[in-house]
């Protein structure tokens, strides 16, 4: 079946630091990947996705690469700051167009940036 | 860019009422919808997938008697918890499709803010 399985939080890191949330997920087929973000009392919004091997995602600083080697879909940044406080959701889509299928998530991964 | 909104954003109700949450695709059309159920510092997990004009697809587990699902527009897609019990204390979000003239506008689902239920 499909799962994505992300590092458990939460993650507290100071301002200007490094970010990596591990996401590795399991799929038939090729699925499409997502990150999503979830900030305080607010719905998803779409960070970034990667529709086949090798892509890179992209959004305000952060990035994800497809890696089918690994079946990883790892999340990074280069210089956090505390508006990026919020949980952040790895999922998966089983098809390249994900928009009528639903999505598999992630536990999702709280992260705290302090001043 | 595509809008979902969900309403009422938060509602508290007494065990044994009934509550109904709205989602609707504010400036697209969306032929299927999905509402997501998530637990406190749970995962969503996916409760049924709506499609226009047909009877939603439960996933195992949920009880379709208890969350009636309604799909009558292209817009708007309801959830209805029927006789709510403490138990059924979440937070419910919706997603959409996009869809313009009959083509799929988009390869993303877009999410409503949330609806978050407390039953006493």
């Known amino acids: 079946g499909n799962s994505v399985t992300q590092m458990e939080g939460p993650v507290t890191l100071s301002e200007e630091a490094f970010l990596t949330i591990n996401c590795t997920y399991t799929?038939?087929?090729?699925?499409?990947l997502f990150w999503y973000v979830q900030y305080p009392g607010e719905g998803l919004q779409l960070l970034l996705k990667?529709?086949?091997?090798?892509d890179k995602g992209s959004n305000k600083g952060f990035e994800a690469t497809y890696r089918k080697e690994t079946t990883s879909f790892h999340l990074e940044k280069g210089s956090v700051q505390v508006s990026d406080s919020a949980v952040y959701f790895c999922?998966?889509?089983?098809?390249?167009?994900?928009?009528?299928?639903?999505?598999?998530f992630g536990k999702g991964t709280r992260l705290s940036v302090i001043a | 860019g595509a809008v979902v909104s969900q309403h009422p954003s938060r509602v508290i109700c007494k065990s044994g009422t009934s509550v109904k949450i709205e989602c609707r695709s504010l400036d697209f059309q969306a032929t299927t919808m999905f509402w997501y159920r998530q637990f406190p510092k749970k995962s969503l997990m996916l409760m049924a997938t709506?499609?226009?004009?047909?009877?939603?697809?439960?996933e195992q587990g949920v009880e379709k008697d208890k969350f009636l699902i309604n799909h009558a527009s292209l817009t708007l897609s309801t959830l209805t918890v029927t006789s709510a019990h403490p138990e059924d204390s979440s937070f419910y979000i919706c997603?959409?499709?996009?869809?313009?003239?009959?083509?799929?506008?988009?390869?993303?689902?877009?999410f409503g803010p949330g609806t978050r239920l407390t039953v006493l």
């Open positions: 997603s959409a499709d996009g869809l313009a003239g009959g083509q799929r506008k988009t390869d993303t689902q877009y």
């Open positions: 990667a529709t086949k091997a090798d």
């Open positions: 709506s499609n226009e004009g047909s009877k939603a697809t439960y």
């Open positions: 799929a038939t087929g090729y699925p499409s």
């Open positions: 999922a998966l889509s089983p098809y390249r167009n994900s928009g009528n299928t639903p999505l598999v």
